[in-house]
């Protein structure tokens, strides 16, 4: 068993274990675990991939050092700007054990809510992982359609994950973590048509699975290294389907698509234009708390994700970026 993590660089901060500015919409603490030998899978995007050349300190736009758990455990303390934990789980053989041992440990200092972010594990890694005290798991299929799945993590990639095993795992989780407690990760950007990631949203909302919404990030050192990051465009156009679809506003009923997959919805833009008007459709999904500041931003921007409510004039901008046409027009 190992007894060292990597935390995210704005986890390591707050917790003041590296010097820095601390944000404060840094509101999870991010603990990755920890493999000498990075993760056995090896999804396409990703610097952790068996295949990649990337830094092991990284995961998408974030650094992550290495800590021991117990100088992190140390630092950890309540009255931190926490609402959240989140275990980042790489792929190795004694993987739920190290995250038994982080949990155990993480709750003898704070009360927080904590998430695991794991690939399909057996029923009983599952119901080891809610009995050590995690509240939410989170599974991520990251690719939506089965096809772009074994291209992006599966037998194209000589990598271990099959679309079926991963869709049967998120039906076990809701069983041991009941549904609202379970959710997936959706990278937006990967070659799948707004249609395709729409449908996929649509069918996780109906089992009671949250989605939280990543734009796809090249990283260096990876197999996707020269590929770009989605049209802003469409990812407002997805985090406006998401958040209708997330609060029962709409179903397969009010949206369709153009011939090349481009979303448009079926309601009218007054109402369309007051129900986003909290700008809520453009922040972090996922994990109620969870928070990643600059995951897949730049600093400068664009802004896929805001970490923190929307003034009135970015509503403005990130609904006219959606360039949606509804039923009577552009919203
Ligand atoms: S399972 Fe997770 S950590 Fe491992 S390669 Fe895939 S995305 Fe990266
Ligand atoms: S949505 Fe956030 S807290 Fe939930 S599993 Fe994903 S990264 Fe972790």
New binding site residues.
Partial sequence: MVDLVRLSLGTAIEVELEEGTNDPNFSTAFIMTYSENK?S???A??P??QDSNSSPHM?SRIGWPVYKLDDFIHHLRPGLNFRRACIQC??YPTVVDDVEKILAAVKTKVKLPVSICI?PVSLEEMKRLKKAGAQKIGI?V?ACTPELFEKI?GAGRR?PYQWGRHLEAMQQALEVFAPGNVTTHLIVGLGETEEEAADFIIKMYAMGITVGLFAFTPIRGTALEEMSQPALESYRRLQVLRYLVANKLIDSEGVSADERGKLELKSDAAWLRETLSSGEAFRVTGCSGCNRPYYNERPRGPMYNYPRPLSEDEVHKALAEAGFVSRDGRV
């Fill in positions: 993760c899978a090896n999804c995007f990703c952790q991939a995961l790489l792929n690939h991520a990251d993590k990598g």
